[in-house]
């Protein structure tokens, strides 16, 4: 049996080793026609990942409020600023929406006592939308109801400028 060291092996090229010119640009332009046609459908992902994300913050941050009213015996209110995309109050913690995500709601103050109760009249609905193109992506909706305070979510199919829970359809 031979045993091998390092001065019975040889190292040589093997010239047909690897892969030729030709080979690398056809790999190169394969890649690149993917990578184009694969971009706009990413894009959209994307977008409405941040919707669904910027919906369900807010869910919480809603939920929150209600839970801390029962939990504190206390009145709890929720400010919805359109204009800022932010939702604050007395008792929540303040979600993180993304800047790409716009918000417009039908009643800017959502108060839950301390039954859970929502305390101001009319539904509240928030709807999240894709600021750049509302049209072109998904857009969703968070409807609180009155007198109950049932948060509920779904897909919003109106128009984003004058949101109405009779547009918000339940998934």
Known sequence: ?????????????????????????????????????????????YNNVQVKNALAESKGALQQAREEAVRRSDTCNTQIDDSNNKITGNCIFQPDISSRVGLNTTNGNISFSFRGTNTLGGAGTIVFFVEDAPDNYDKKCLVVSTPLGIIRTGDYTGDVASPTSENCTTN
């Open 1 to 45: 049996m031979q045993h091998l060291n390092a001065k019975t092996q040889k190292n040589y090229f093997d010239p047909t080793a690897g892969f030729t010119v030709l080979e690398m640009i056809i790999v190169s332009v394969i890649v690149g026609i993917m990578a184009a046609v694969s971009t706009p459908s990413l894009l959209s992902w």
